[in-house]
Each structure stands twice: as structure tokens, then as C-alpha cells.
Nanobody, 123 residues
Framework: VQLVESGGGLVQAGGSLRLSCAAS????????IGWFRQAPGKEREFVAA????????RYAESVKGRFTISRDNAKNTVYLQMNSLKPEDTAVYYC?????????????????WGQGTQVAVSS
């Protein structure tokens, strides 16, 4: 199982980035994918998640209306479109995967993790 994040970088406040999570080594269509982030000195926190079919999404309150999660099962890839970025969005962003129907918000609900991609938002 492999999850590889990409698309991070440095952006000014108000800007946009699109993160990608490319998956391999498992039946992608059977897995929920979540995005989490971890800022220096803080715990890893939930950002967004999408069900295996793509029909259900969940978001943290802090990103609702600004971030959009989507998936392309033909490409084994999940995306996180991040708009109206704020300095407090600065963190390492991780994608994670779990099998089944439930779409959990906790890190313990996911079995597989990527290595992360850095997002930095300047004020």
C-alpha cells in the first residue's frame, strides 16, 4: 500500500493550492480517503474525507466553504482543492486510507498514511 501526496508549496494568504494523493497497492474504489494536517507543535488534525464512492464528504469546520475534496477512481487519486488560504492553514498535509463505509474524523480510524506534503501560507 502506498499513498503519495503532492502539490504543496508556498502561497500568499488568499491564494489557492490543489493537493493530490496518488494511491497504489490496494483496491482504491473500496477505500475511504482522508486528509489531515499537522502544524509545528500541534497534534495531527482532521481536514476532510471522502467515501469510497465519492458520494459522501466530511469537512472540519475550519475549512468548510474553502476546501473541497474530490476523487477520481479511474486515476486512483484524491484531490484537496484549497482556496482562500490563511496563515493558520500552514502545516504538513497527509492523506490516509481505510477500507469500508464509515468516514471517520479521527486519525485512529485510518490504516495507511502517506509521507505528507508541506503547505506554507504567508501573510
Amino acid at each position: 500500500v502506498q499513498l503519495v501526496e503532492s502539490g504543496g508549496g508556498l502561497v500568499q494568504a488568499g491564494g489557492s493550492l490543489r493537493l493530490s494523493c496518488a494511491a497504489s497497492g490496494f483496491i482504491f474504489n473500496d477505500y475511504v480517503i482522508g486528509w489531515f494536517r499537522q502544524a509545528p507543535g500541534k497534534e495531527r488534525e482532521f481536514v476532510a474525507a471522502i467515501s469510497a464512492s465519492g458520494g459522501r464528504t466530511r469537512y472540519a469546520e475550519s475549512v468548510k466553504g474553502r476546501f473541497t475534496i474530490s476523487r477520481d477512481n479511474a486515476k486512483n487519486t484524491v484531490y484537496l482543492q484549497m482556496n482562500s488560504l490563511k496563515p493558520e492553514d500552514t502545516a504538513v498535509y497527509y492523506c490516509a486510507a481505510k477500507a469500508g463505509l464509515a468516514v471517520p474524523l479521527l486519525t485512529t480510524g485510518y490504516n495507511y498514511w502517506g509521507q505528507g506534503t508541506q503547505v506554507a501560507v504567508s501573510s
